[in-house]
């Protein structure tokens, strides 16, 4: 049996780097993945590397900074865009599958943190805020619904190589005990883990997979 097997995993922001990866990793386990973005060609490409495998994809366009498409996108500044991005964007979300979870009694939600849901450092101000105030999300969002069968944690990468990351120089992968920067797929695994069975005592739980990042920052 496999860990997800017949579940249904909406991966927002799925179109590359972690997402294209944890959704790959879903579809393996058994669920039935959607994968949601603004990138529509790679969303479809993503969808034909799983469905080719006999396994079940539906990309679906989205922008998750939007409600309905009815709200404008917020661009005012930094601090609006990575607020809607790490904040609005789990909130929407959540409220959205929430309600079907209580029908069913049973669901999973994952949100994605950082160094900074932590600790102050390289982000800046505005960044770091939003990634305290997910966590805080996070935290009561747990409170609220475990009792009703729905697992909420927080998954917190460190340096992931992704397009994001590319022509960052090695000095910073230095500083940290791994000495070196992280895999898609060792991010995707622990999503399996969080999202499966296996991971069912763990409630608002804050987890972090950044190579000892956290450990030895100075």
Do not use: C
Not at 126 to 155: C, E, P, R
Request: aromatic share 6%; net charge neutral.
């Amino acid at each position: 049996m496999m860990k997800l097997q017949d579940r249904v995993a909406i991966i927002f922001g799925g179109t590359s780097g972690l997402g294209e990866a944890t959704a790959k990793a879903y579809a393996d386990e058994g669920a039935k993945v959607v994968v949601t973005g603004r990138d529509e060609e790679d969303g479809k490409r993503i969808v034909k590397d799983i469905t080719d495998k006999g396994q079940d994809a539906l990309f679906v366009h989205g922008d998750v900074t939007k409600k309905a498409e009815i709200q404008a996108v917020v661009d005012k500044d930094l601090y609006d865009k990575l607020m809607a991005i790490n904040v609005k964007a789990p909130y929407l979300a959540s409220k959205a599958v929430i309600p079907h979870f209580i029908k069913q009694g049973r669901g999973v939600i994952i949100n994605v943190g950082s160094q900074a849901t932590q600790m102050a450092g390289p982000g800046g101000s505005a960044y770091v805020t939003s990634k305290h105030a997910v966590l805080g999300f996070t935290k009561q969002l747990a409170f609220d619904f475990g009792s009703q069968g729905i697992k909420v944690n927080i998954l917190s990468p460190g340096f992931i190589e992704t397009p994001m990351t590319d022509g960052i120089d090695d000095e910073r992968l230095n500083r940290i005990p791994a000495q070196r920067a992280g895999k898609p797929e060792e991010i995707a695994a622990l999503a399996v883990f969080l999202a499966s069975d296996d991971s069912n005592y763990m409630h608002g739980s804050n987890v972090f997979m950044d190579g000892g990042w956290i450990l030895g920052r100075k």
